[in-house]
């Protein structure tokens, strides 16, 4: 029987890390590509293709996708442990690769519209899968710094694709296929091959990871789970469970914290092009290339957050003081005069905006107990997200480009009841915490546990 030290810990950590994060990371990533890639597909040619500029046909595109990627949120991460994470996850994955692929031979906005519902209902399991395996394989103060890190490579890719898409874009021509049409197409197929790929590597929960694991060092991680927070192996899921965990409140104050945080990113993502070609003058080639470099920056900053949330034990304050920087940026963005003070409001929104996604799973992970519960309350939690990129859709209208003020004030206003609404349950939890060391409160059915903040 392996001993439950420091040294098996961290060699035990390090196997996983290895083998889970890379993959999760790349497969994410590819889909966090697919879903926004419009912005840039728009400056390529698509929007004057498919009548785009047309009242809020393009604003239709944005927000349908999210209508399906909610709905089907909690039935695909219940799915999830039944098939087996490879399984689900490789299939979804192949599954909207597909999706993009034909998205590139579209002749009308309406057939978009109804492709970008199809790759909502794929994309919907992806992320909450994702996060959902992560944070059942690791002990809380554990999670930070690796959903930053699995995070982290969306950030990275989601700069390069701007690159990406101008090089595939170049292909103009060939096939009688305009510029942005072989933007989704490309993209399509490296998500079919990696997705493929990653059917071989990914590994399921520990408590079914006996082609990763021995038996005795299935044990140890079960072990380690179970001494943190009692959920080392699956409970049961049936609908009364389900119904019970939802009538928790607490999943909706982290599905409005990841709406509020979703909300300027998806935003950046689908408009940054449009602003940089329409309201600094950048031509449609500079467009693509400026909006790569503030995701560089991005990552290093979701990384040091995750770290020091980690290392510190503390959730809510870093994300608060994220969202603050996140909606000045924006400000700074649309409002400031020149473009060098417009630009550096971008670097500083997305630079600090990123943090917040993992920030806000890793503080929800924190204070969960049971997979069942986990299972539903990361769902709930990205449907939050979804609704960011709904709200992100409906306030920033194609009509206001490319200053999009509604949008922006929507984004302060989120962003300033997101900080309010973290200082309210930062407080809840001092306080059940301290009832707990008064011998008056067990916290989440479980003697002595703490929840964190």
Not at 94 to 116: D, E, N, P
Not at 399 to 428: C, D, K, N, R
Not at 433 to 439: E, I, T, Y
Request: glycine share 10%; proline share 3%; net charge positive.
């Amino acid at each position: 029987m392996l001993l439950a030290n420091d040294v098996s810990a961290t060699g035990h950590r390090r196997r996983i890390d290895y083998r889970l994060l890379p993959i999760l990371g790349i497969m994410y990533s590819i889909s966090l590509v697919d879903r926004t890639n419009l912005g840039l597909a728009m400056v390529a040619g698509m929007s004057e293709d498919l009548g785009l500029t047309i009242g809020n046909r393009y604003t239709i595109i944005v927000m349908i996708f999210f209508v399906t990627y909610i709905i089907f949120e909690i039935p695909s991460n219940l799915v999830l442990p039944k098939a087996g994470a490879a399984n689900w996850l490789a299939f979804l994955g192949v599954s909207f690769g597909c999706i993009l692929i034909g998205m590139g031979f579209t002749k009308s906005w309406q057939t978009m519209a109804v492709c970008r519902a199809l790759l909502g209902m794929a994309e919907a399991g992806f992320l909450p899968g994702c996060t959902y395996l992560i944070t059942c394989w690791y002990k809380r103060y554990e999670v930070g710094k690796r959903l930053s890190a699995f995070w982290i490579l969306s950030c990275l890719t989601t700069g390069f694709a701007a690159i990406f898409a101008y090089a595939l874009s170049l292909m103009k021509g060939i096939g009688g296929l305009n510029g942005w049409s072989w933007i989704f197409i490309i993209e399509g197929l490296v998500t079919v091959v990696v997705c493929t790929v990653g059917w071989f590597i990914i590994i399921d929960f520990p408590t079914k990871a006996d082609k990763f694991l021995s038996p005795d060092e299935k044990e140890f991680v079960i072990q380690r789970i179970n001494a943190d927070r009692g959920d080392g192996e699956e409970d049961p899921i049936t609908l009364a469970v389900i119904l019970h965990h939802l009538k928790d409140w607490k999943l909706y104050f982290w599905a409005f914290n990841l709406m509020a945080s979703t909300m300027p990113g998806y935003a950046y993502s689908y408009f940054l092009p449009i602003i940089l070609r329409r309201g600094m003058g950048f031509s449609s080639t500079e467009s693509q290339l400026l909006s790569a470099p503030p995701y560089v920056l991005a990552a290093v900053i979701a990384y040091c957050s995750g770290w020091l949330g980690d290392k510190y034990r503390i959730r809510g304050p870093i994300i608060a003081a994220h969202q603050i920087l996140t909606a000045t940026g924006m400000l700074i963005t649309v409002f400031a005069k020149g473009n060098g003070a417009r630009y550096f409001g971008a670097f500083l929104g997305i630079g600090f905006l990123q943090y917040c996604v993992p920030g806000v799973l890793t503080y929800q992970a924190n204070n969960i107990t049971r997979q069942s519960k986990r299972s539903v309350a990361t769902a709930i939690c990205i449907i939050g997200g979804g609704m960011g990129g709904i709200v992100s859709g409906v306030a920033f209208k194609s009509s206001e480009s490319p200053t999009y003020q509604t949008g922006v004030w929507t984004t302060l206003g989120l962003s300033l009841t997101s900080v309010v609404l973290i200082a309210i349950m930062s407080f809840h939890f001092y306080r059940c915490n301290s009832a707990v060391r008064q011998g008056k409160r067990t916290n989440e059915e479980i003697e002595g546990w703490f929840y964190t903040y």
